[in-house]
């Protein structure tokens, strides 16, 4: 059986701006093959220096040990800003600490049982959608994927369904917005003062706009059915009555407003992600996914069964392992330092890369294939614990990765149980990194209803 699709990577040597050109372009075909199998690889231009780090000792030591001396580098955030304000995805230090203090209490575990029922109705209505497209003929999978990641986080975060007029309207503008956002901006490339112009494209600046416009009028209904006592306990109600326990602050509607722009991009794009590539790589692989769709009838819907959903569980681990949403995350040096012997200075930019990491040749075997039984092998566990990070890890680890977990198993029993995947022949999805590893060109499967 032929491998899960890939990039190509890019010639060993490459002029500077022909490298540029590419990583602005789509980041993961930009980069060399050599990078599936270095410890760390170095690379300069007349804005910066950076370091990709796969060695677990580095790694551990960013993320685990000693976090405060990497924050994360603006040159990404600075292309996101428009949309996601002071979010906790791009802020460092006390106040990144002071907003971790108000949203973690909500994606507690214990917690979870709370947006399970919201969760399951989003799975229910993703199988009433796809029905009238479940006749064989080939189906655009991505759109479905996002606009049913998106009933999730609506039904989860406020309590109304991707059909509330709301809903509808946010996720329309967010998907002109994703079309208008690149990854990287001239920021990416160029550090400056906050004031220094960041070249944002008018449509961009735009659709950020009516987004936080909309996402600001579900926060300002939300405050005032919380003084009236008459608030769901969703996710929203949870983090706007939550104070710092330190401080007793809590949220101001503008900064609700950051906080659920963030929540809606990561929550809704990366499912969406993992969710697309995880019905492709089924419907390649027929075997597993008729294993899957088993488990699936035979799973009851209680939150008490989730658990048992372990092939599901390992489907969804390995489709984060060949397709991470975020392919790539940046911190910055503070001070001067040295990686594997070499001499860092300050504000360097260091970058890890989940999409190397994982498909790395020392840590995996067969890296490229897909296998979700090897997280049931014993030499799968080593490897797991230094070189799988879907979540990032540390304190800066996501606060909902237990709540992506959770939906992808209930989205996938909900989908499995009543429909077969197959592949379009001669029609092989390439991924490319825009917000998320996404199809450069969609993902087109045929779906028939299970008889």
Same mark, same amino acid.
């Given at each position: 059986m032929s491998l899960p699709p890939k990039p190509v990577p890019r010639a060993p040597r490459v002029s500077l701006w022909r490298h540029l050109r590419l990583f602005r372009a789509d980041i993961l075909s930009a980069q060399p093959a050599r990078l599936y199998r270095a410890w760390m690889a170095e690379f300069r231009t007349p804005f910066f220096r950076s370091v990709l780090v796969n060695d677990p000792a580095l790694l551990r030591c960013v993320l685990k040990e000693r976090p405060r001396d990497f924050p994360k580098s603006d040159r990404i955030g600075?292309?996101?800003?428009? +949309?996601?304000?002071?979010?906790?995805?791009l802020t460092n230090g006390p106040l990144w600490a002071h907003q971790r203090r108000i949203i973690d209490p909500a994606f507690e575990r214990g917690r979870l049982k709370d947006s399970f029922g919201a969760m399951r109705a989003a799975g229910d209505a993703a199988v009433t959608r796809l029905a009238p497209l479940a006749g064989g003929r080939a189906v655009e999978i991505e759109p479905f994927a996002s606009h049913a990641a998106a009933d999730v986080i609506f039904r989860t975060l406020f309590s109304i369904p991707i059909e509330h007029g709301t809903a509808q309207a946010t996720y329309r503008e967010f998907h002109a917005h994703q079309r208008s956002q690149p990854l +990287?901006?001239?920021?990416?490339? /160029?550090?400056?003062?906050?004031?220094?112009?960041?070249?944002?494209?008018?449509?961009?600046? =735009?659709?950020?706009?009516?987004?936080?416009?909309?996402?600001?009028?579900?926060?300002?209904?939300?405050?005032?059915?919380? @003084?009236?006592? &008459?608030?769901?306990?969703?996710?929203?109600? *949870?983090?706007?009555?939550?104070? &710092?326990?330190e401080t007793g602050a809590r949220f101001s509607r503008e900064e609700m407003v950051d906080q659920v722009a963030i929540f809606f991009l990561a929550g809704h794009e990366t499912s969406a992600s993992t969710l697309g590539w995880t019905l492709y790589l089924l419907a390649t692989h027929p075997g597993i996914q008729?294993?899957?769709?088993?488990?699936?009838?035979?799973?009851?819907?209680?939150? $008490?069964?989730?658990?048992? !959903?372990? +092939?599901?569980? &390992?489907?969804?681990?390995?489709?984060?392992?060949?397709?991470?949403?975020?392919?790539?995350?940046?911190?910055?040096?503070?001070r001067p330092e040295r990686f594997r012997s070499r001499a860092l200075?300050?504000?360097?930019?260091? /970058?890890?890369?989940?999409?190397?990491?994982?498909?790395h040749e020392r840590f995996w075997q067969d890296p490229d294939a897909f296998?979700?039984?090897?997280?049931?092998?014993? @030499?799968?566990?080593? $490897?797991?614990?230094?070189?799988?990070?879907?979540?990032? =890890?540390?304190?800066?680890?996501?606060?909902?990765?237990?709540?992506?977990?959770?939906? =992808? =198993?209930?989205?996938?029993?909900?989908?499995?149980? *009543?429909?077969?995947?197959?592949?379009?022949?001669? &029609?092989?999805?390439?991924? /490319?990194?825009? !917000?998320?590893?996404?199809?450069?060109?969609?993902? *087109?499967?045929?779906?028939? @209803?299970?008889?």
């Open positions: 600075a292309g996101l800003r428009p +949309l996601l304000g002071a979010s906790v995805f +990287l901006n001239l920021a990416a490339f /160029v550090k400056g003062p906050g004031w220094m112009p960041r070249l944002h494209s008018r449509k961009t600046r =735009a659709t950020a706009r009516r987004i936080r416009g909309l996402i600001a009028g579900l926060v300002a209904e939300r405050a005032g059915r919380i @003084e009236a006592g &008459d608030a769901p306990r969703d996710l929203a109600t *949870r983090i706007m009555t939550t104070p &710092d326990p008729e294993r899957a769709a088993a488990e699936a009838k035979a799973f009851s819907g209680a939150f $008490s069964e989730l658990s048992k !959903l372990k +092939l599901i569980r &390992d489907i969804t681990r390995e489709t984060l392992r060949l397709y991470p949403p975020v392919p790539m995350m940046v911190r910055e040096t503070t200075g300050r504000g360097t930019q260091v /970058v890890l890369s989940p999409w190397h990491l994982h498909r296998d979700p039984d090897r997280w049931s092998r014993e @030499e799968t566990k080593e $490897s797991a614990r230094r070189a799988f990070l879907p979540f990032s =890890a540390g304190p800066r680890v996501c606060p909902g990765a237990g709540f992506a977990m959770a939906e =992808a =198993a209930v989205l996938l029993a909900a989908l499995l149980s *009543r429909y077969r995947f197959a592949p379009v022949e001669g &029609d092989v999805p390439v991924p /490319v990194a825009h !917000l998320t590893v996404r199809s450069q060109a969609g993902i *087109r499967l045929r779906v028939t @209803e299970r008889r």
